[in-house]
């Protein structure tokens, strides 16, 4: 299975390395940031699969790095990483202000290990169904689209194809005008035909490598689900580190 690349950012020094020591253990990839202008521009260098960063931030707060990866323009290729964010704050509002940004899931300072993998666990698989999702949602369309250009194949070919044969049929090889009509006869109906068994091969092209996909994320989430659940099983057996 491929790694899962995970940004954490936050100012404090020490929670940066406590999850870059625990996180790499489990078998990721783990990129850091004290501050938000650089979580951002790690961010668009290296995509990663899920970030986790405080709230409470000089420069750029956790809310406001939400807002621009979320809603900025600039950084529209990256709005649908999911976001975990860390807070000492237990408001209600505050967090359904996280919420309402676009964060996945909310963690209210001091945390138990534990529970923050099960957390992580939680959003990245999540965020693989909604993939596999809109994936299968794709081939269902591609489906569709196949089936409406064979229906439109059949029926928009077969008399063109009929007409070129009752010409060959009553053609006239002695007359050279008739040959030349039938010749471009021939060549409108052979353009056609191309022309649609073309785009009738880049719709099955298209399905068959989306196809391709959707068994590749089946595997992957089949994959992911299971090393997550040794890991966890095996750090909820060892009851927990506690992180303030």
Not at 92 to 98: F, L, N, S, T, Y
Not at 108 to 120: D, G, H, M, Q
Not at 181 to 199: H, I, P, R, S, Y
Not at 212 to 228: C, I, R, T, Y
Request: hydrophobic fraction near 40%; charged fraction near 25%; glycine fraction near 4%.
């Amino acid at each position: 299975m491929d790694k899962k690349t995970i940004l954490i950012i936050d100012d404090e020094q020490i929670n940066l390395d406590f999850f870059d020591v625990m996180l790499s253990r489990l078998g990721f990839n783990v990129l850091l940031s004290s501050n938000g202008e650089e979580g951002l521009e790690l961010t668009r260098e290296h995509c990663p699969d899920l970030i986790i960063l405080d709230n409470i931030m000089p420069r750029l707060t956790g809310w406001e790095f939400t807002r621009i990866l979320k809603q900025d323009e600039g950084y529209a290729d990256y709005k649908n990483i999911p976001i975990i964010m860390f807070s000492a704050m237990d408001a209600v509002k505050d967090k359904i202000e996280g919420f309402n940004l676009g964060i996945e899931d909310y963690i209210t300072k001091p945390f138990n290990f534990s529970e923050v993998l099960a957390r992580i666990r939680a959003v990245l698989r999540s965020h693989e169904l909604s993939r596999q999702v809109l994936l299968r949602e794709k081939r269902l369309a591609l489906t569709d689209s196949l089936k409406k250009s064979l229906i439109y194949f059949n029926e928009h070919l077969h008399s063109p194809v009929m007409a070129l044969l009752d010409s060959a049929q009553s053609l006239n090889i002695a007359a050279s005008d008739a040959v030349e009509a039938f010749k471009c006869q021939v060549q409108d109906v052979a353009e056609q035909t191309l022309a649609a068994l073309g785009g009738l091969k880049d719709e099955i092209d298209a399905l068959q490598a989306n196809e391709g996909e959707v068994q590749a994320s089946d595997s992957l989430l089949n994959e992911l689900e299971e090393h997550f659940f040794e890991h966890f099983r095996e750090i909820h057996n060892s009851g927990g580190i506690a992180c303030d």
